[in-house]
């Protein structure tokens, strides 16, 4: 019996012929042509011009000109807000990020135990991602009424989505070898997965933690919409009372916060990261009395201050929560006749279009971040452009930028250039520069430099070593962070049409403000189908790509 020929490929080449090229994965040029076509006809359909912007500039100059000085109102009751949104931001973050741990475990394609569980896990990461936080606030403020509480578990049950899809991809990519050692040894899966699986993602899942709470920070802006607590019930009256120099204020207020949360996740980055003590550069902990007791250093003892007090932060979080004990009784109740109007869900071609134009103004809102997120990326960090000054002021304006919520974006647009996608689109093409700029300046900091100093140690240009060194390296995470700031967009375009700027949000407002149930669990479930068809499609990318 003949064997099967074999494709002869760069490590099989015949003597005296030149070995092929690695194969480009197709996810590589794939991904770029999809988003480039659907960014072409997103202009089209969406009607963007530059001379629109252009003719806009007068009223959005008016417009900021009102906001000038801008003011806080009475301090003592800003200040208490803005401590109430921070107490819902932690507690929300803290309840997701806790629940996410055995959700992601049990998702990871590494998870051994039964398929029923490890589907339904995965379920859960996606619809709960897929549903807008509004959503979720607007369904637990009928359930527990108004106040904090509402709004914790709106940004609990959505964080859970993003945090438990980020551990998962991050629990998948670990090597199974330590793990496979420790489970030789009669671990069980328990013991196993947290001595090696969720010790090595500490410093990753650290930094998802921390974005999420940068990202329900920002979100209390869109929770004071329907009475869900903090800061941005404030902010919603000063906008619904014009009280643009008063909005402004409240805006500023939000961005010092952002501000500071940026230097305390890179703070607890850096202590979380291994051998970040120079003095003990070689080892992650220093000897202690024995040989199989770590001893304690600055960077170990910082690390356990830290833990303590993120513990001691979650706890007071959750003891600032109303519960009104008498809602709690009834919340049964209440959720059953809540959810019993979501049956049967109606699907019609109002719903079709508005799903259809959030998707094309998320991704062509996404293609334009990309490309300017990747230029202000390149720009920030040295391995191209070599200006330190010129990066920490890249990396501020990003930080500001991030500051402000997509809806007050599309509320400035809406208002210069009237109602329709083309606000929408202006307000979210904003808001994916400045998450891309962020990602994938983390991404360029965090590739290995040893080939870009060899490509210049033998004379190659800086060009010529970004190109060759650099970029190989960064085109995973180039795709992967892409795909995932698509998926954010689309969510944030379901919440736009609320102030008018395009997509399905007018619709699902409308719904939901008639009582018209049916309607909203209908638009629930495309929203859900568009999540689950974009999460295959990251799946796909990663796998190929990755």
């Known amino acids: 019996m003949l064997a099967t020929p074999t494709r002869p490929d760069a490590r099989s080449a015949p003597p005296g012929t030149a070995p092929r090229p690695p194969r480009i994965p197709a996810a590589t040029w794939a991904i770029p042509l999809f988003y480039l076509g659907v960014t072409l006809f997103g202009m089209w359909w969406i009607d963007i011009r530059p001379g629109a912007i252009a003719a806009g500039l007068g009223d959005i100059a008016r417009l900021l000109d009102r906001m000038v000085p801008p003011t806080t ?42 398929r029923w569980v490890q589907w339904l896990c995965r379920a859960l990461i996606v619809v709960t991602r897929a549903v807008p936080s509004l959503v979720f606030a607007i369904i637990f403020v009928r359930i527990f009424g108004l106040g904090p509480l509402a709004g914790a578990l709106a940004v609990s049950v959505h964080s859970i989505g993003m945090i438990g899809k980020m551990m998962t991809d991050v629990f998948e990519e670990q090597s199974p070898q330590p793990r496979e050692a420790i489970a030789a040894t009669g671990a069980t899966r328990v013991q196993a997965f947290f001595a090696t699986t969720m010790t090595r993602a500490l410093p990753q899942v650290s930094s998802f933690v921390l974005y999420r709470l940068d990202i329900n920070i920002r979100a209390s802006a869109v929770l004071g919409l329907v009475g869900a607590g903090g800061i941005g019930v404030a902010l919603q009256t000063a906008i619904g009372s014009l ?18 949360l940026e230097l305390v996740s890179f703070l607890v980055q850096r202590s979380l990261a ?7 550069a070689s080892q992650v902990f220093v000897p202690g009395k024995d040989a199989a007791t770590p001893g304690w250093s600055t960077a ?25 004990f008498d809602r709690l009784a009834r919340a049964g109740e209440n959720a059953g006749a809540l959810l019993s109007g979501f049956v049967p869900p109606v699907f019609t071609m109002d719903i079709a279009y508005g799903i259809f134009e959030s998707v094309l103004m998320a991704l062509t809102a996404t293609s334009f971040g ?30 500001v930028i991030r500051g402000v919520p997509d809806i007050i974006y599309a509320l400035v ?31 360029l900091q965090n590739i290995d430099p040893a080939p870009l100093r060899a490509l210049e140690a033998v004379g190659a240009g800086r060009l ?12 995973p995470s180039f795709i992967g962070n892409s795909l995932f700031t698509s998926d954010l967009a689309l969510r944030e375009s379901a919440v736009l049409g609320i102030v008018g700027a395009g997509g399905i949000g007018f619709l699902l407002q409308e719904s939901v403000a008639s009582v018209d149930y049916q309607t909203t669990a209908g638009i629930l479930i495309g929203l859900v189908a568009v999540v689950v068809a974009l999460e295959q499609l990251a799946r796909w990318a990663r796998r190929k790509v990755i």
Not at 243 to 260: F, H, K, P, S, W
Not at 370 to 391: K, P
């Open 413 to 443: 647009f809406v208002a210069a250039l009237g109602l329709g996608p083309f606000a929408g689109f202006l307000a979210l093409a904003i808001s994916c520069s400045a998450l891309a700029a962020k990602f994938f300046t983390d991404a």
């Open 243 to 260: 009280d643009y120099r008063r909005a402004a204020g409240i805006i500023i207020v939000i961005i010092v916060l952002l501000m500071v």
């Open 274 to 280: 291994e051998h970040s003590d120079t003095s003990t």
């Open 300 to 324: 170990r003892g910082a690390r356990a201050l830290g833990v303590a007090a993120a513990v001691a932060l979650f706890l007071a979080a959750l003891s600032t929560l109303s519960i009104p």
């Open 464 to 475: 010529q070593a970004f190109v060759s060194g650099v970029w190989p390296q960064f085109v």
């Open 370 to 399: 990309v490309v300017i997120g990747l230029i202000i990326a390149v720009l920030s960090t040295d391995h191209l452009v070599r200006a330190r000054a010129l990066g920490g002021a890249l990396r501020a304006a990003v930080v």
């Open 73 to 114: 109102g009475p301090v003592p009751s800003l200040l208490t807000l803005v401590v109430e949104t921070l107490w819902i931001a932690i507690a929300g973050t803290g309840i997701a990020a806790i629940l996410s741990v055995p959700l992601s475990a049990a998702a990871a394609s590494t998870y051994t135990g039964p």
